[in-house]
């Protein structure tokens, strides 16, 4: 019997696993990728349910080698990644403070070596397979988990699914390169995002409540209407400049032809209340 590890089949064989969409009705919410692409090995472990220590026992006459997708993680995956704002700063603690967080990335590297009896016919069934299987799970709003030896990424969404063979391998489409991001869409990571400068000047402004409680208690019912009886007290040594009232002047005359005599009466009126309120 051959024996494969926990190591192996974790991080090798079945690294990624589809969350909801087309894994809403599997117990858990949980299809892992290696029922989509190495049905084998997947149907040789259903009956044995969990691995021992040692890992799980498959029949004689499959190999690691002979798997039809073996995973690893691409160099470049996020840990951390914030943006820090380009401007001067006043202290470097004022910079460390000016960050927002950015989401995660991380990327695997998929190998189909087609090492087995027909591997040609077997590879494009299968890819076809995965492809239609991940188009459906992706508009079903399904999620990825995606395990690496470092960190657990989850609620991850697949971004690319992309051919990164090389050209001086002999075989073509060999290598599959899977881009997944997970951007922040909880209110608690938008909360966690918030940077501590921000959230010391979001706490530091009045709300509408401690600004209606100021102008209630300076009488003022409204912004730029003062009260009766509250004065605004003049600056020491500004001088105070008096503004002269508006005088309108009327462009015509009673009689003069442009307007009827009552016309013109009437607009005369309404001058002359306004220049002597």
Known sequence: MSTLSQVQLLYQLTPIWLRDGIASG?????????ALINTEIFNALMPQQQMGPEGSNLPDDWSFENA?????????????SQSIAEY????????SNATLRNPLNISLVMMTPMKTQHAWTVKQSRMTSLKFALDNHN??????VVFTPAFIYNNMLLENLTDASTAQ?????NTWRWDFTAPLISLEDVVAAENNLISKITNGLPNAAQITAIQTALGISSIGNMGIGVTVPPISGTPVVSTPTPMITPPFSQGGGIFSSATAANIQSAINRFNNP
Not at 26 to 34: M, R
Not at 88 to 95: G, Y
Not at 139 to 144: T, V, W
């Open 68 to 80: 039809f997708a073996i995973f690893q993680p691409a160099p470049g995956g996020s840990l951390i």
């Open 88 to 95: 001067p700063f006043a202290s470097l603690n004022v910079a």
């Open 139 to 144: 508009n079903l709003g399904g999620s990825y």
């Open 26 to 34: 599997v117990i858990g919410g949980y299809l892992p990728i290696l």
């Open 169 to 173: 391998s002999p075989l073509p489409q």
